[in-house]
Each structure stands twice: as C-alpha cells, then as structure tokens.
C-alpha cells in the first residue's frame, strides 16, 4: 500500500507540478515588470501596454510598432534577447502569445509579427528558425517553434519580430505576452507493472 501510494503522488508531481513545463530562460517573459527591462530593441517602437483579452492573468503586454528610435521607418525590427546556455545539437523552443491589430503595408504590401531563433557563431549567423507569421487582425494566437541548435553555435537569439516585405510605411501594431525559451523536455518515463509509457 505504501509503495501504491508513494507512486501515485510521484505521478501527480510529474502531472500537475510540472504543468508549467521547463525553466523559461526569458527575462521579464510577460512584461509584468511594467518595462522592456531584459530586452534590447533594434528598429522598432516598444511600449508595454495594459493586456486586453487574453487569459494569461497579466496586467501587462508588449506593443510594437515599426517606427525605429533611430528614426525610422525600417522594413524590419525586434526586440532581442541573447543567450549562451545552449549547445550544439540540443533540441530548443521558444513560444508566445501574439496578437494584431491593424497590421498592414501602406502600399497593399504585408506587415507579419511572428518569433524568430537566430543561431550565431563568434559574430557570425549560421542558422535560423521562425514560427509562423501573423499578419492584418488577428487575436491572441499561439506560436512556437522547435528547432536544434545548429553544430557551432555558440550564441542564441530569441526575437519577438516585425517585418514589411515590400517597403518601410506600416500600419498598426503587433503584441505579445508570456513569452518563453527553453530546453524541449524528454519525455518522462513511467513504469506500470510490465508496461513502460512516456508523459509527453
């Protein structure tokens, strides 16, 4: 009975206490510090705005518009976080919330939010991968992707993006919230009598 019982609550730490999933690597991932405070910008204009509509509990989002501090517009801009926790060949995340409003080209071009991983070596880009892209109105949509990190690599860059694909003039704004970044979990193993099945 003890051992039954000892299992159980094994099984409902791996269900229920680590639902939240593995350690988010990401700085202020929610902008519930009320800033960018963890962020670098790079040819965008970011406020962190009250959150409308979206069930993740904050009080806060970011907001991002392509018109660069450095006196814009750009065709292309992000907010960046860069890290040096990942090795070669690990399997690696990231996700968000995103939402759009209004996004849009002024001369029938597209404006797309979405998050991207860029993968460097000693200052050089090898690789990178993005999720999918959202443009015009959309509401709170999750996007995510799971790559490998690419032999070499030895810096990691997680950007929440905006990008025109046909000129610099843009409308409306992209958000996002309850950003994440991590190592992808293996599945967890559990043993029931003569059977073995994973927890994914």
């Not at 970011?46 to 806060?60: I, K």
């Not at 003039?169 to 991590?182: E, I, K, N």
Request: proline share 3%; charged share 20%.
């Amino acid at each position: 009975m003890r051992n039954g019982t000892i299992f159980l609550m094994v099984l409902c730490a791996l269900l229920f206490c680590g639902a939240a999933g593995p350690f988010n690597l990401v700085i202020n991932p929610d902008f519930e510090a009320g800033s960018t405070f963890g962020w670098g910008a790079w040819a965008v204009k970011e406020d962190v705005v009250m959150t409308e509509n979206h069930s993740s509990g904050g009080l806060f989002c970011l907001r991002l518009s392509l018109s660069g501090k450095e006196g814009g517009p750009f065709s292309a801009g992000a907010l960046i976080q860069e890290k040096k926790v990942f090795k070669e060949n690990e399997k690696v995340y990231a996700s968000a919330w995103v939402k759009t409003d209004n996004l849009r080209g002024k001369s029938g071009n597209k404006v797309y939010a979405f998050i991207k991983l860029e993968f460097w070596k000693d200052g050089t880009l090898i690789d990178s991968a993005v999720s999918e892209k959202l443009t015009e109105d959309n509401g709170w949509t999750f996007l995510k992707i799971d790559t490998i990190v690419p032999e070499f690599s030895n810096m990691t860059k997680l950007l929440l993006m905006l990008e025109n694909d046909g000129g610099k003039d843009s409308t409306g704004y992209a958000y996002f919230d309850d950003v994440h970044l991590g190592k992808t979990p293996a599945p967890v193993k559990v043993k029931n009598n003569n059977s073995v099945f994973a927890l994914k």
